[in-house]
């Protein structure tokens, strides 16, 4: 008989001590998984999603956090187990062999001094028992359910030689490699290009219904819960504030976090003055006579005739035949025999005041068109002109005077501020080199006005990056890169790693800024909704070449080419 739960949480509540008690990560949360099932847990960073994957496989860090009450409880034919109440020793009986967990950042789950198939064999025969042979057998048996190319070779594979898909198919081979009845996958798409989630997607729906398991499906992105996901529990503060049938629950939201978190989407239908925000459902305001701007839509007229005052101007900058290429292998006297053309003959121009979109996979050669056009990665030939300075042919100091004018923010906050340097001397630094200030008050002050045009307050100053959100260090970066007031900014895939709802107020942030300041963006990003919404026209780029340009509705809704088309068919569509 196949009993009506697998796994219920009841009453879970996990608190972290901190400098003043203890504060609560998850607060008397209930929910039950059934057999072969899917259930997705939505909410924004911090809702407490990761710490119940963690209390359910007993991986909680203890100290700090501690179990304050509740019970995980596992229906076994024999009967119930309060995994809370297992002993290490009884507990690894079913960590792994009942329940198993793909963690978020493969490349950090995985050992990079190992090879992968090493690492899964490991696994299996710690789990199992099994001799080396049957368990390498079994592991590229693995690999080939998984659809990874050539299992035999992927075995003898490291992890920084495969692509971060293919690294996700990895993780999910370890995770069955003991044929678990649970599944817990936290964030397993998170800042892969729309096709390769697509293809991890129907790889976990399509192992689901082979292998008859359940799935806990954690994810910030609503589109993916609405497409994988039977059930739904939406996640605040540690709380539970809705759940129900996946359907159901997009298509009625009750609670108004769940409306703000489906309304902060970017749309694929209609162009919002301005993205909504968690804010506008769940902070009560007086009543306006106005319509808020996030129910407010750009007409199609007021667009053509803004997009023909923008294109009368002449070019900010023009871009002809560049090419960049990496050596991948040299002779014995280090000449290379074989090159890789990261971007390979792109002509465009951009246009005071424009946003233009960079769309495509990772390796189709966006970052390095970008960092080429700035000449932070050496170009092989061609010609990038800005403001009739011709950049690739300027001498070191001739460019730092003109790179205050070209400005970048970096896909990752964290790793692009300094963790020894407070958020104030990370925004003065830029100021300071380029000598845009008198003295050191002076700076100090350019530096708080910058921090006040980003939303951040002038209390901050002193503090370090770790002390900050992610949506608060990206607002760093964006004071950082526009107080030296340049006119080009690239933005590299800066909203992608980003809440649905962190991303709305970024992208908010950028057009006010844009329209404030006369700014020019090449917008950079692999999802395509978030640079319809944001972009005049988009280029997209494939292994080094644009192969489609148009204006951005233009190309969504009638796209020439059949890769712009599979990039469109791969936006989850759940909740559109």
């Not at 009560?284 to 996030?294: D, G, I, K, L, Y």
């Not at 990772?362 to 990665?377: A, C, V, Y």
């Not at 900014?489 to 404030?516: F, P, T, Y």
Request: aromatic share 6%; with cysteine.
């Amino acid at each position: 008989m196949i009993p009506q739960k697998l796994l219920e949480i009841k009453n879970l509540t996990i608190e972290f001590k901190t400098e003043n008690g203890f504060s609560r990560a998850l607060n008397r949360i209930s929910f039950e998984i059934r057999p072969q099932e899917t259930v997705a847990l939505v909410g924004e960073s911090g809702s407490g999603k990761s710490i119940t994957a963690l209390t359910v496989m007993r991986l909680l860090p203890t100290p700090p956090g501690k179990v304050a009450d509740g019970h995980v409880f596992f229906f076994e034919p024999t009967g119930i187990i309060d995994l809370l109440q297992l002993k290490e020793s009884g507990m690894n009986r079913y960590r792994g062999r009942k329940i198993a967990m793909i963690f978020q950042e493969p490349m950090t789950s995985l050992n990079p001094v190992h090879r992968c198939g090493e690492q899964v064999t490991e696994a299996i025969r710690l789990h199992m028992g099994w001799p080396e042979k049957k368990a390498v057998q079994a592991c590229q048996d693995l690999f080939r359910e998984v659809r990874l190319p050539d299992p035999a070779g992927t075995f003898k594979k490291y992890p920084h030689q495969l692509s971060g898909g293919q690294k996700q198919r990895v993780m999910i081979a370890m995770a069955l490699s003991c044929n678990p009845d649970i599944l817990i996958a936290d964030e397993p798409t998170t800042a892969l290009d729309v096709t390769v989630q697509k293809s991890i997607l129907e790889l976990l729906h399509s192992l689901k219904q082979q292998r008859g398991m359940s799935i806990l499906f954690i994810t910030h992105d609503l589109g993916v819960a609405a497409e994988i996901s039977d059930r739904v529990l939406v996640m605040h503060k540690g709380h539970i504030v809705e759940q129900g049938l996946t359907k159901t629950v997009f298509a009625n939201p009750a609670h108004p976090y769940t409306r703000g978190l489906i309304a902060c989407r970017p749309p694929m239908d209609r162009r919002p003055v301005r993205l909504a925000v968690i804010e506008d459902f769940t902070v009560s305001q007086e009543p306006s006579p106005e319509t808020p701007a996030h129910l407010q839509s750009i007409t199609p007229a007021a667009r053509q005739a803004a997009h023909e005052r923008l294109y009368s101007q002449r070019p900010i900058l023009e871009v002809f035949n560049l090419h960049t290429t990496f050596p991948v292998r040299r002779n014995l006297w280090g000449h290379i025999k074989q090159s890789f053309k990261a971007v390979d003959d792109v002509t465009f121009n951009v246009f005071p005041g424009e946003t233009l979109g960079l769309v495509g996979e990772s390796g189709s050669g966006k970052t390095t068109l970008g960092r080429s056009i700035l000449r932070l990665t050496d170009h092989t030939t061609g010609k990038v002109t800005f403001r009739d300075h011709s950049i690739l042919d300027m001498e070191r100091k001739e460019l730092r005077k003109l790179r205050k004018e070209m400005q970048i923010i970096f896909q990752d906050p964290y790793s692009s501020l300094n963790p020894r340097m407070s958020i104030g001397e990370s925004i003065m630094e830029p100021m300071r080199v380029h000598d845009l200030a008198s003295d050191s008050k002076q700076l100090k002050e350019k530096a708080l006005e910058w921090m006040e045009q980003v939303g951040l307050k002038g209390e901050m100053f002193n503090r370090f990056p770790h002390e900050f959100s992610g949506g608060q260090r990206q607002r760093v970066c964006v004071a950082r890169a526009l107080s030296l007031n340049p006119s080009l900014v690239i933005c590299d895939e800066s909203v992608s790693a980003l809440d649905v709802s962190i991303q709305a107020q970024v992208l908010n942030l950028l057009n006010n800024l844009k329209s404030r300041f006369g700014l020019t963006y090449i917008f950079i990003s692999h999802d395509l909704s978030v640079v319809r919404y944001m972009s005049d026209r988009i280029m997209v780029m494939k292994d080094g070449k644009i192969v489609e340009t148009g204006e951005a509705d233009q190309l969504c809704r009638n796209p020439a080419t059949a890769y712009t088309r599979q990039l469109i068919g791969a936006i989850p569509h759940g909740i559109i």
